[in-house]
C-alpha cells in the first residue's frame, strides 16, 4: 500500500480488503456493461465465458449475470465454473519458439557447447541429453531468454520479422566452454518463420480447445443462451486467438 495511506491512521482504521470476483469474472462484469449486455430486467439471465490469454497463464471463467431479486445490487454473478492452461501464456510461446529454433539448430549448438532450459510441459529430444536441462542454471536460462526476445516478432507480427525470415539471425549466446578466452559465443542461426507461426497456432488451438471443451461442461444442461465470449489478456491480440475461435464455433 502507499506510504501515505499507511501513515493515515484514521483512514486506516475502516480500511479493509474483501475477496470479490476473480479477475476473469471482472473482466466479464466489465465487458458486460462496455457493450451493453447486461440484463434488463428481472428474470433475465446473460450467459459469458472468458478466455483470459496473459503473459504466463490462461484462464477460463463461465458464469451468468442476472438481476437480484431483493436488489440490493444492480447485477450479481454467479460462476458456473473456471479452469484454465497454466502453461498456455505469450511468454511461454516464446520459449517453445526459441526451443524450435535450437532443435533446427543443434549442430552448431553442439559444436559450441551452448546449453538451454527446457520450456515447461517441453521433452528433451533424443542427442540433447548433454546439452538441454529442466535444471535451468544461469547459462542454460539466459540462452532461452536471449534467444525467445530475438524471437518476439515473430509472436507479435511486428517489426523485425521479415528481418528474420530472409537472412540468419546473429546472436550471443553462452558457452559451457571457454573459447577465446570468453564463455560467450556469435553464432548464426537459421529460423523457419512459416514453421513457426505453424507451431504457434498448434499451440494456442489446444488451448482454445480445452476452452470450449470446458464452456459446454460448465452449461451442460443449462438453457441459457446465447453465451457471449470475451477474449482478455494480451496475448489474445494475436489475430490466430479470434481466428482460431471462429473456427470451432463455425464448426459446432
Known amino acids: 500500500l502507499p506510504p501515505a495511506l499507511l501513515r493515515d491512521e484514521e483512514y486506516m ?11 476473469p469474472a471482472a473482466y466479464a462484469i466489465s465487458a458486460l456493461e462496455c457493450y451493453g449486455l447486461e440484463p434488463k430486467e428481472f428474470g433475465q439471465k446473460v450467459a459469458y ?8 497463464t490462461t484462464d477460463f471463467d463461465f458464469g451468468i449475470e442476472y438481476i437480484p431479486e431483493n436488489r440490493r445490487r444492480n447485477f450479481v454473478i454467479e460462476q458456473f465454473g ?18 524450435e529454433v535450437y532443435k533446427d539448430n543443434l549442430q552448431i549448438m553442439r559444436d559450441k557447447k551452448i546449453p538451454f532450459a527446457l520450456p515447461a510441459g517441453c521433452t528433451i529430444f533424443a542427442g540433447a541429453e548433454t546439452l538441454v536441462s529442466a ?12 534467444l525467445a526476445e530475438k524471437l518476439r516478432p515473430i509472436w507479435e507480427h511486428s517489426e523485425g520479422r521479415d528481418k528474420l ?24 542461426l537459421k ?45 489474445c491480440r494475436s ?5 482460431l475461435c471462429d473456427e470451432f464455433i463455425d464448426n459446432a
Open 135 to 146: 535444471n535451468k542454471d544461469a547459462s542454460s536460462h539466459m540462452n532461452n531468454r536471449i
Open 191 to 235: 529460423i523457419n518463420a512459416d514453421k513457426l507461426d505453424k507451431l504457434i497456432e498448434g499451440r494456442i488451438r489446444e488451448g482454445v480447445v480445452n476452452f470450449f471443451q470446458s464452456l459446454n461442461s460448465a452449461f451442460k444442461g443449462s438453457e441459457i443462451y446465447p453465451v457471449h465470449i470475451f477474449l482478455a489478456g494480451n496475448s
Open 13 to 23: 482504521k475502516n480500511f479493509r480488503v474483501y475477496l470479490g470476483a476473480s479477475e
Open 239 to 243: 489475430e490466430v486467438v479470434k481466428k
Open 82 to 99: 473456471f479452469n484454465g492452461d497454466v502453461l498456455l501464456g505469450g511468454e511461454n510461446i516464446l520459449e517453445l519458439l526459441a526451443y
Open 165 to 188: 525470415s530472409e537472412a540468419p539471425l546473429n546472436v550471443t549466446l553462452f558457452s559451457n566452454e571457454k573459447i577465446d578466452g570468453a564463455f560467450t559465443v556469435n553464432v548464426d
Open 49 to 56: 465465458g472468458v478466455f483470459d490469454f496473459g503473459g504466463g
